[in-house]
């Protein structure tokens, strides 16, 4: 693989640092899923803790970039044009209930485009990322979409509400995590993604490493960043499965 940039490297060490938080407190929600409480607070306050290392360990290293967080909102830096986005947790309910499937996701947007990727699971220990014209990477190895031809030898994944529309015409699923659902069709590991309506922190690493792995994603530009609608898939498929969405 090609040498890391700077900044994709403070990304690596700032997930690095966090998933510390995130792994000690996953290894407790087992037990609070028996107290009257519960760990829904408990949650809570893991991924606020989470965002705030990422924040500032992003920070130590570029102290004027803005960020547009799951947690914060909008911070306004020196510098408007370059913008970290973070979801710290994605897939918060499957840590509130003991499912080890979620991530880190950390993009960097400059002059609106993104031009940097990471996508972190500290459970299995996965880093999947990519950056603009570089190629993308699953632990240090250069990682491509699939190349099925076949529509009905296909898995995808979407939102509840997508699974009640569109199934049985694709095989699907909803794992619970944008994040590695992306990551999962830059793999080969999933043939596309759509999902209406979900944030810009959810998916903004997700679909320059989809892109960077020979996939196609669709123009997200004219959205807001809290209600976009996201397509993505391998560029073999990405047609027919645009066919199938047709009144999605």
Request: charged content about 25%; proline content about 3%.
């Amino acid at each position: 693989m090609n040498s890391i940039s700077p900044n994709l490297n403070v990304m690596i060490k700032a997930c690095e640092k966090a998933s510390k938080v995130i792994i000690r407190d996953f290894g407790e929600i087992e037990n609070l899923q028996v107290a009257r409480k519960g760990p829904r607070d408990f949650v809570t306050k893991t991924d606020k803790r989470v965002e705030e290392i990422l924040i500032d360990e992003l920070t130590k290293a570029k102290k004027n970039y803005s960020f547009l967080t799951e947690e914060s909102g909008k911070i306004d830096n020196n510098d408007k044009d370059k913008i970290w986005i973070i979801d710290p947790i994605d897939g918060t309910t499957n840590f509130l209930h003991g499912i080890p499937h979620f991530a880190i996701s950390i993009a960097l947007k400059i002059d609106d485009e993104i031009k940097s990727a990471l996508i972190f699971d500290p459970i299995k220990n996965e880093i999947f990322f990519a950056e603009k014209n570089n190629g993308a990477y699953f632990n240090n190895h250069r990682m491509r979409v699939s190349n099925k031809r076949d529509i009905e030898d296909c898995l995808f994944s979407s939102s509840p509400e997508g699974l009640k529309i569109i199934y049985p015409s694709l095989n699907m699923r909803n794992s619970g995590c944008a994040a590695l659902d992306l990551a999962y069709v830059g793999t080969g590991r999933l043939d596309g993604f759509f999902h209406n309506k979900i944030n810009l922190w959810d998916i903004a690493a997700g679909l320059l490493i989809v892109s960077e792995a020979g996939g196609t994603t669709n123009d997200i530009t004219k959205y807001d960043d809290n209600s976009i609608d996201v397509r993505a898939a391998s560029s073999t498929i990405y047609a027919k499965m645009m066919e199938k969405l047709v009144n999605f």
